[in-house]
């Protein structure tokens, strides 16, 4: 079986594991990381994206060998409890979830589109998270907290 070296929340990783395996499955099983979650398992709702060096990918079907040599960024990496990214802020503050399932895919398409746009309009931002799917309902909230968050950190 090959082995891939790999970036993990800014941490080098050496993992074995056959080229095509998702992902998705390494950083949850192999890695226990329990961020990304398994939703459709055909890159369609969202609930499993994660960085890829500066892009928001699906892990579910986006395999190994597609990110040897790279960093990713699970939601586990955008900051702690003790540091909280801001998006993670902003999500707290304006109670932008519900059941929480989706919340992690949607912080990591939030934090690509932030990297990209400094001060995103509420249409960007309904653009980037149109591959999110929330069944609660709470897009609205998520909107604006992301807003709050991108003024915050914009210069």
């Given at each position: ?29 192999d ?10 398992g ?22 190994l ?29 304006h ?61």
């Amino acid at each position: 079986m090959p082995t891939y070296a790999l970036e993990i929340n800014g941490t080098p990783r050496t993992v074995t594991a056959e080229a095509d395996i998702p992902l998705l499955s390494i950083l949850r099983q192999d890695l226990g990381l329990s961020g990304p979650r398994f939703g459709c398992g055909a890159g369609a709702c969202g609930a499993c994206r994660v960085l890829v060096g500066t892009e928001s990918v699906a892990a579910c079907d986006t395999p190994l060998w597609a990110v040897a040599g790279k960093a990713v960024t699970t939601v586990e990496g955008l900051g702690s409890e003790e540091d909280p990214h801001p998006l993670q802020r902003a999500f707290l503050k304006h109670q932008a979830m519900q059941c929480g399932y989706c919340v992690s895919g949607i912080l990591i398409s939030a934090a690509a589109l932030l990297r990209r746009v400094a001060r995103p309009s509420e249409a960007e931002i309904r653009a980037a998270l149109d591959r999110n799917l929330c069944r609660c309902g709470a897009h609205n909230r998520m909107v604006r907290a992301i807003l709050a968050a991108s003024a915050e950190m914009a210069p």
